[in-house]
């Protein structure tokens, strides 16, 4: 492996396992929202720093938080399926940058290589952004809907 490889592939790990800390580690997801429970309360937090955006009575609002809970689950569950997939792109980004490493050198042609890799990328992305559009503006408008 020559160093541009190497380089490359830690500046991609690096990527991922911000990504993965702050998704495990603190319940990040790109809705911006979370909720912490302890029966009686619910805490909607916002942001990586997850600053109190509101504390609710959960008797009152039981309904809306169960919502609330639920998109807030749904975008998480995207998230973390785009993560996996995300990491699984890493190798075809790899050969396609690195035209070395390239499998199949003598079947496929480099350039048909890397339409191929952003033709995935791109159909995946044109799956996935509308559904995520939806998921975040349904967290959003439960979360107006709790604290306004």
Known sequence: MNKKIIAFTFVYAVIMAGLLFITMNHNWNPSGYS???????????EGLGQNETAELEAAENMSEILLLQAAIQDVMNHWQLDLIVISLFFPLILFSVFKETQPFKEQIPHKWFVVMTIGIIAIYAVATVPSYIGEIQSVHDRVNALIN
Do not use: A, F, R
């Open 35 to 45: 909720y912490d429970s302890d029966g009686s309360t619910v805490v909607i937090k």
